[in-house]
């Protein structure tokens, strides 16, 4: 089986690598020639773990390739995943352009049967919009008989364990309007799934709303225990107590119960935004979810706020360590991470930024410019530093020598955004602390 991944993006990559990975041979189209040569050397645009051994070693055994022509390679193809980013537009709607350029370029160039798959995050409906697009470029072109299916394929990968997850998927969502598109599909997947077949296939509209759903579900479930745990402040209660005692509930269950700064990345916001602008255009309000993007909103202000109640507001000169830049650990994503929100705050009240982040730095350093000091490690940052504010929780950062931090930072204050210290602790080496619902 042969298919083509057009995007080496987040999704694109790892899709095409972990499928050329069960020996199929796999094609990665981009635009950005400077990225695709860099990936026939081996340099690979994003972090993730895992990712480079399987890019590399696939490469060289001759299964996974790069390219920027796709009308070269498309005739060679089974099928082709349509993997291009869907950013939010200035009014919270997916944007479109670049599912439709790689739609025109298919129809302008295949000459015989294909299956087209989207896995990019698409608006309910978009499958059905590309087949149209494509039948009237083959019509154009007098191939109005020429066989083509669609078919949507989401993605439900977790950065920081999408090679895992695209390995070893705990369901495969497909959505199909053919039996050939669904042999098709049967045939790429079994190889992952062979103890137990998990591809769950249903009709295209269906498997375009699940991703929606999805995300948005999880998103709920994050604003929710933001909100419980902003109430236990103020009433006293503590909510990791109250996070256990509801999480062994088996009708709730334990996952995505953690309160925290806000969620962030690629995924969340953005696809909360767009199921609202869907719901908008269907001529329905999404009550619930706009109510958990403004949860969202506010949490992420919550750990400058913490910090200027703490100096009675008056942080005009304080300097603040900063450990943590990326959304979630693992990853080097910074897109709506709330640690930028946080530094944005303290930037505008002329406080003092010390940072650091395992991965993250070049890609904050690229939205932030040099308005920041990048730290070499955990404890230069905190070095002078009036508070050390915590909005990531990566491994390194949860056992630190709080000795050292105690004589290095002149004010001994800990505000800790994902709730990892234990506050007993921490007062018994002098330090101030805030957590979140605690």
Known sequence: ??????????????????????????????????????????????????????????????????????????????????????????????????????????????????????????????????????????????????????????????????????????????????????????????????????????????????????NAMLATRISFMNDIANLCERVGADVNMVRRGIGSDTRIGKNFLYPGCGYGGSCFPKDVKAIIKVAENAGYEMSVLKAVEQVNENQKKILFQKFSEFFNGVVEGKTVAVWGLSFKPETDDVRDAPALQLIDSLLESNVNVRAYDPAAMDEARKRLNDKIYYAKDIYDAANNADALIVPTEWKEFRLPNWEILKKIMRTHLVIDGRNIYNKEDLFSYGFGYRGIGL
């Open 1 to 214: 089986m042969k298919i083509a991944v057009v995007g080496t993006g987040y999704v694109g990559l790892v899709s095409g690598a972990c499928f050329a990975e069960m020996g199929v041979d796999v094609t990665c189209v981009d635009i950005d020639e400077a990225k695709i040569e860099g990936l026939k050397q081996g340099i690979i645009p994003i972090y993730e773990p895992g990712l480079k051994n399987i890019v590399v070693r696939n490469h060289d055994a001759g299964r996974l390739h790069f390219t920027t022509d796709l009308p070269s390679v498309l005739n060679d193809m089974d099928m082709v995943f349509i993997a291009v980013g869907t950013p939010s537009d200035e009014d919270g709607n997916a944007e479109m352009k670049y599912v439709w350029k790689v739609t025109e370029t298919i129809g302008d160039h295949i000459d015989k049967p294909l299956l087209i798959v989207t896995k990019s995050t698409v608006p309910v409906g978009t499958s059905h919009r590309i087949k149209e697009r494509v039948q009237k470029r083959l019509d154009r072109r007098g191939l109005s008989n020429l066989g083509f299916d669609v078919a949507s394929n989401p993605e439900f990968l977790k950065e920081g364990a999408a090679v895992d997850d695209f390995m070893s998927p705990d369901r495969v969502v497909v959505g199909v309007e053919s039996e050939r598109a669904k042999e098709l599909m049967t045939r790429l997947y079994r190889p992952f799934l062979l103890n137990n077949f998990r591809v769950i296939f249903m009709d295209i509209l269906s498997s375009e709303m699940t991703k929606y759903a999805s």
